[in-house]
């Protein structure tokens, strides 16, 4: 039993609001967003990302459309300062998008953090420091005057920092860290002592952000907090009131959104939720939320598996498939009755009409997402365990996608026989539909070969009763398999294992493909005892399925091919 919290927890509730207006406003409009994936989210990480990691994830958010990115802590961290000179030195802001670095309120971590940016076109700079009665008695030791003076004079050496550089694009941007524990009346005295150093006004905006850096109360409790800020900061028509929540208590992102309503003008976050102990509020989850409301967020998302896997291999840390939106079974009925009212939605729903499929609350192809993973039989619907009779049976583990995608396989098969799926019959559809499909493209043998610090393959196939060598060059075997095939398609995701029984072969591969003409990505398997073969075998199977609905992702090969065909 729970002990009885009652003497040693006890509610926050700092503001109170009688006329409270938040509560009758709606949504309209997207906020300013900036990502903050690259500092706060990457600080949380196990291992976090080096230059190429943090490079990829830094492009994703541009071709996404964020303008405001915090890219790192450089006073902090050598990584952090050497990825921001990446930046500049690589000329990799685009017009219009503008870096954010963090500093503490200490005069030689600012003077770094200005050294870092030096040359940069548009940069904010976010200066910080803890405001709550527990950082002031148990961290700094100071009263509430030392850490108001703390403030203030980081503020004016920002200023005169900035002035000397002018050169520069400046933003400035102040945080009173723990906002949502601090008084709010001593957090506005600190905010305002801020604002009057750096004279803020319309025409030079400045960016108050208000963190809830530990979620401490109900999101209505941070609406209120948010609303008061609002109607009494000084210098408010020259403010962009930010928020910064975080998911302590697992409401995030409800908290966001009201404080959205309560007056704030930005919010920042990471993609999918990542961040310190529960994570900062999750930037897609908001922006579709706005989605299904009719309002535009202002980001792409509409090919969000992409996303989702350049943040999985950026952070290394996979997506709950339960996850808002994006997760590989959200848009998965198991339920019988679920898939029945979602076919008879799908039925008669409009091609350009207002979405209304029972149990989806958004198109899944608005996001880039297919239908076939919605109307599919989940494999543990009484069809004998896919997944779990291979594993056991044969030694292979599928990928998840995978199992959704051979899951819709194995259903046509018993949809037809009207009957279970043994084990042995299970591996036989398996073989047919990867291993062994007839198709035009037939892999006979391969070598690989240095060619100027470029990988060489010669490639020999059977393509149409005819055998014929093929050369290519690329990054590695795979993109040189690509380049001799001249193929469109694109390597999603690449997974490999050893086999320990059930097959002479010593290694299968995974490769999930796609092409512009395909709704949705494809896999090929590939089995062998030389891994890179394996490889080869994989990407053959796919293109050899994918050919099925589009013969053009063959490229010059299926040309080939049909030329020679009798």
């Known amino acids: 039993m729970l002990k009885d919290p009652s003497q040693k927890y006890q509610p926050y509730r700092p503001v109170r609001l009688s006329d409270r207006q938040w ?103 976010h200066v910080y420091n803890a405001t709550s009665p527990v950082f002031r008695d148990v961290v700094f030791r100071q009263a509430a005057e030392g850490v108001r003076t703390m403030a203030v004079e980081a503020a004016g050496h ?32 600190v905010v305002d002592a801020v604002t009057a150093v750096w004279q803020a006004a319309p025409e030079r905006p400045v960016i108050i952000n208000l963190p809830a850096t530990v979620e401490m109360s109900t999101p209505n409790v941070y609406a209120d907090q948010i609303e008061w800020m609002h ?96 997760g590989d079974l959200v848009f998965t009925a198991f339920s019988g009755s679920h898939q029945d009212a979602i076919r008879k939605g799908f039925a008669v729903q409009p091609e350009d009409g207002v979405w209304q499929v029972p149990y989806l609350t958004i198109d899944p192809r608005d996001i880039g997402r297919s239908y076939e993973s919605v109307i599919r039989v989940n494999s543990q619907s009484g069809k004998g365990g896919i997944a779990y009779l291979l594993e056991r049976e044969y030694g292979v583990s599928l990928p998840r996608r995978l199992q959704v995608e051979f899951s819709q396989v194995v259903q046509a098969h018993t949809d037809a026989s009207g009957g279970t799926v043994a084990a042995d019959q299970l591996w036989a559809i398996f073989e047919r539909e990867y291993l062994t499909l007839d198709s035009p493209l037939h892999y006979l043998g391969h070598a690989l070969f240095d060619a100027n610090d470029r990988q060489g393959i010669r490639l ?56 512009a003409p395909i709704e949705g990505d494809v896999y090929g398997v590939g089995l062998d005892a030389n891994i890179v073969t394996a490889s080869i075998r994989a990407v053959l199977s796919g293109l050899n399925r994918m050919a099925v609905q589009a013969p053009e992702v063959l490229g010059e090969a299926a040309s080939a091919a049909r030329n020679a065909s009798p």
């Open 23 to 125: 509560p009758d406003r709606t949504l309209t409009r997207p906020p300013i967003w900036m990502s903050t994936d690259l500092r706060d989210g990457n600080q949380a990480l196990f291992e976090p990302m080096d230059v190429p990691r943090k490079r990829a994830l830094y492009d994703c958010l541009i071709e996404i459309g964020f303008q405001e990115i915090e890219v790192g802590f450089p006073s902090a961290s050598q990584a952090d300062h050497d990825f921001v000179r990446h930046l500049i030195d690589t000329d990799a802001i685009p017009e219009g998008v503008w870096i954010e670095v963090l500093t503490q309120a200490r005069p030689d971590l600012i003077a770094r953090t200005f050294e870092s940016v030096a040359g940069a076109p548009r940069v904010i700079v």
């Open 158 to 189: 920002i200023q005169a920092l900035a002035d000397e550089n002018p050169q520069t694009d400046w933003r400035f941007q102040y945080s009173p860290e723990t906002f949502s524990a601090t008084e709010p009346e001593f957090a506005l005295e």
């Open 231 to 326: 109607r009494h900061l000084a210098r408010r028509e020259g403010i962009v009131l930010s928020v910064h929540p975080h998911n302590d208590r697992g409401t995030g992102v409800a908290a966001t959104e009201l404080a959205l309503m309560a007056g704030a003008d930005r919010v920042e976050g990471c993609l999918f939720g990542n961040g310190e102990r529960t994570g900062n509020v999750d930037l897609v989850t908001l922006a579709l939320n706005l989605y299904t409301q009719g309002v535009s967020p202002g980001l792409d998302l509409s090919r969000i598996n992409e996303v989702l896997r350049t943040v999985e291999q950026c952070t290394e840390m996979p997506v709950h498939p339960r996850h808002p939106y994006v």
């Open 460 to 515: 020999r196939l059977d393509r149409g009763g005819e055998e014929q060598v093929l050369t290519g060059f690329g990054n590695g075997p795979i993109d040189a398999l690509l380049d001799a095939l001249g193929s469109p398609v694109k390597v999603q995701h690449y997974e490999e294992h050893s086999l320990s029984h059930g097959s002479d072969a010593g290694a299968i591969c995974f490769m999930e493909l796609a092409a």
